[in-house]
């Protein structure tokens, strides 16, 4: 399913990392950054939600935009029953849209809050997603202090809040296009190889995105995935080719392994991941990169793996999921 | 057919997966868990054996005090916010001894502290020591039953 955008923009985005993010070499592109994950908070899971309602009002005030002038945000977490989203939009009282795909959640809000403004109904949508390392180990793992020994092809959650403001507006970066991920299993059940997961998943809504816009890969400066991970981007690239006889390897890249610095920063073993990962990658790094015409075309990938502890421990396979969208420089 | 092919998908996938695979230092975890394993055995006999020169006890009762006293201090250290990074570090060389029983309960109960005493604390204090519990009870029966129908008691 790929649909094309004919007057989609994006006015603003704002990112809040963690101190884990902040030593990463993305720190100078963050809006804010903070050194304690409790962030002045009493619990990991009031934390997530603090920086995401602080990236919401730094999308606010980045765009010059007051409350009145959103229509409608929507918004997607890992946390159980996406609460991060709800106690963080409370106090602003935008009408709410909870989505979830785990670390898909990105884009997919991306993707609706664009065909909202496509059909005109609405002007201005927020699209905001959050994690926290340490309210995701707790909640599907084990408990923070215990620190259980990881193989190396776990990947870290990322810590942070991130918002995009699209808008009808024209301001130069047009949401051109996206394709709706489905939802596959290729019999994985490694929770701590969330790479070898999600790569079909990624590779499939790739593959159709391009046949379906009647693409090549190099129509695009760079296509980058969420949070495969060192050995999940390897495994996207070779099988790509292998599945489907397209090379990606040279302009693909993915913001699990762009987030931090895999070579100093030992504790993230293969990279990040949740849904800010992606998120606070293309949000800052990208987002400039666009706004200086650096690069002109982008295809953003995020990727979800679909489980829960439960289905993990009744030994069911993990699910997973892509959502796409093309983000072009226009004029 | 579309099944087979299916599966013979999902099969050539399997391999390009093991192919990307790292290789795990096995050995080398092995190794310090071996080692730093062994450092938590040798403290423990030195505090026995100081225990009973200095409190004049017998070596039983010396070993109950050095299992408290190495009990606490891993409950100590875990509160204090080093330990996790210790037993990520020692692995199994931490878990295995009573150091990594303590560890588990103190930290499920700085964990759940947040949700109270009795959702929190109460019902998740032994989330991961309560497996320990109970197949450690199991088998202390089974093989008080054996040693009963084998030895005579």
């Known amino acids: ?331 | 057919m579309l099944l087979l092919g299916d599966m013979m998908e999902k099969k050539k996938y399997e391999e390009i997966v093991n192919k990307h695979k790292p290789t795990e230092t096995r050995g080398q975890n092995a190794f310090i868990a071996f080692v730093t394993g062994g450092l938590v055995g040798v403290i423990g006999q030195v505090l026995t054996e100081l225990y009973v020169g200095w409190f004049d006890i017998s070596t039983k009762d010396a070993s109950t005090f050095m299992l408290v006293t190495l009990i606490f201090l891993a409950s100590l250290f875990t509160a204090l916010g080093f330990f996790d990074k210790w037993v990520t570090f020692c692995k199994c060389g931490l878990i295995i001894p009573i150091t990594g029983f303590a560890h588990s309960m103190t930290s499920a109960g700085i964990e759940y502290k947040k949700e109270g005493p009795i959702f929190g604390l109460g019902s998740n204090i032994f989330k991961l020591a309560g497996s320990v519990i109970l197949y450690g009870v199991v088998s202390a029966w089974f093989f008080g039953l054996l040693r009963l129908i084998i030895m005579g008691g």
Not at chain 1, 116 to 126: L, P, Q, R
Not at chain 1, 128 to 149: D, I, V
Not at chain 1, 283 to 298: A, D, G, P, Q
């Open chain 1, 1 to 331: 399913m790929t649909f094309q955008y004919r007057n989609v923009f994006v006015d603003n985005t704002s990112t809040v990392a963690g101190p884990y993010e902040a030593k990463g070499p993305l720190s100078k592109y963050f809006d804010k950054t903070f050194d304690n994950l409790y962030h002045g908070e009493k619990s990991w899971e009031m934390a997530e939600a603090k920086t995401l309602e602080e990236s919401i009002e730094l999308v606010l005030k980045k765009a010059k935009k007051q409350k009145e002038d959103i229509d409608v945000i929507i918004s997607g977490d890992l946390m159980n029953q996406i609460t991060s989203s709800c106690y963080s939009s409370e106090k602003f009282n935008f009408p709410f849209l909870g989505i979830y795909s785990a670390c898909a959640t990105s884009v997919e809000g991306i993707i609706l809050g664009s065909t909202f403004i496509d059909s005109g109904k609405v002007k201005n949508v927020i699209a905001s997603t959050s994690s926290h390392n340490m309210s995701s180990e707790k909640q599907f793992r084990n408990p923070t202090e215990y620190g259980a020994p990881k193989p190396k092809t776990a990947t870290f959650t990322a810590t942070g809040g991130a918002s995009i403001l699209l808008t009808n507006e024209n301001t130069g970066i047009k949401v051109e296009s996206s394709t709706i991920g489905r939802i596959l299993d290729y019999q994985q059940t490694d929770p701590l190889h969330m790479g070898s997961v999600m790569a079909p998943a990624a590779a499939d809504t790739i593959y159709r995105h391009l046949q379906d816009m009647n693409r090549t890969p190099d129509y695009y400066d760079l296509i980058l995935t969420g949070d495969l991970g060192l050995y999940g981007k390897e495994i996207l690239i070779d099988f790509m080719k292998t599945e489907y006889g397209i090379d990606i390897s040279s302009n693909y890249n993915d913001c699990g392994v762009m987030l931090y610095d895999l070579e100093t920063q030992k504790e993230v073993l293969a990279g990040g991941s949740g849904p800010v990962c992606s998120a606070l990658v293309n949000y800052s790094l990208i987002m400039e990169m666009l706004r200086k015409k650096k690069i002109k075309k982008v295809l953003l990938v995020a990727t979800g793996a679909l489980f829960s502890p439960t289905m993990v421990y009744q030994h069911e396979n993990i699910l997973s999921i892509a959502h796409a969208v093309s983000l072009e420089v226009i004029k």
